[in-house]
């Protein structure tokens, strides 16, 4: 226990429980959490995924887990850094663990099955993310998965995630998604000036991504992750024109202007 941890009560009213993580240090160069940064654990039993988050071998850790039936867990308080992002970036910024609270939200995750989140759980989250976002009042569009500010590495929570039930709930920045149909679209191997709007979109919206006309690995990478959050009906790593349409809404309504280059 550090003296963070003894005699805490949580800081949310809604967790029902304090189980301390040693997994944590002090925040660098901020004082106050301004990004909320949403996870699954991707482990096939959730009471296993938590001693892993307390584990002092582990190195790893999130301030919240919430469990499948809605039980909200603190493990680090808020004031602390907990080890949740890892290599990550986000609107140039790489520390995010910094800058960030994390929710771990329990669910085995695409390696095992990735099951449905219950509807009890998300009523947790939305719940959980309400009372964080207002103490806090961390704007709608740094709501963010672990896959957007980590693409090469993460794709958690996931497509599965209902971000559209958080966004009617006052949570996070969305849009309605254009749905797919066929025809013209770009890919990974392809070169030229609208390759280079597309990742200037991106990367204008916060993806840390090259801009470079070179749809490459990272930008499809980068892609995928854009998709699993604000085009979830087809997660392909193609940027088709449902979604570019869909970017440039997203862009172009978190600022009220139109985003660089068009598209
Ligand atoms: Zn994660």
Redesign the pocket.
């Known amino acids: 226990m550090t003296l963070d941890d003894a005699g805490s009560k949580p800081d949310s009213p809604l967790a029902t429980e304090w189980r301390a993580s040693p997994n944590h240090g002090p925040r660098q160069g901020v004082d106050r959490p301004d990004l909320l940064?949403l996870?699954?654990t991707?482990m096939a039993s959730t009471d296993e995924a938590i001693e892993w988050l307390c584990d002092p071998a582990r190195g790893v850790s999130a301030h919240y887990v919430v469990r499948e039936d809605g039980r909200i867990l603190q493990l680090v308080a808020e004031s602390r850094r907990a080890w949740?992002?890892g290599v990550s970036s986000w609107a140039g910024v790489q520390d995010i663990n910094s800058r960030s609270i994390g929710i771990?939200i329990a669910n085995p995750g695409h390696d095992h099955g990735y099951p449905a989140f219950p509807e009890v759980q998300i009523a947790a989250v939305i719940a959980l993310c309400r009372d964080i976002v207002a103490r806090h009042a961390i704007a709608p569009a740094r709501v963010l998965a672990?896959s957007d500010v980590?693409p090469l590495r993460?794709s958690?929570?996931g497509e599965k995630f209902p971000w559209d039930a958080l966004h009617r709930a006052g949570i996070g920045h969305l849009v309605a998604e254009e749905p797919p149909t066929d025809g013209r679209y770009f890919m990974r191997g392809e070169h030229g000036q609208p390759i280079e709007a597309l990742q200037a979109m991106l990367a204008y919206y916060g993806y840390d991504v090259p801009v470079n006309g070179s749809f490459c690995a990272h930008t499809e990478a980068v892609v995928t992750a854009f998709q699993r959050h604000f085009r979830r009906s087809r997660v392909d790593g193609i940027a088709d024109v449902s979604t570019l349409a869909t970017l440039y809404r997203l862009c172009a309504s978190r600022t009220g202007s139109a985003p660089p280059d068009g598209a």
């Open positions: 940064l996870h699954y991707g949740h992002a771990e672990h980590a993460k958690d929570p």
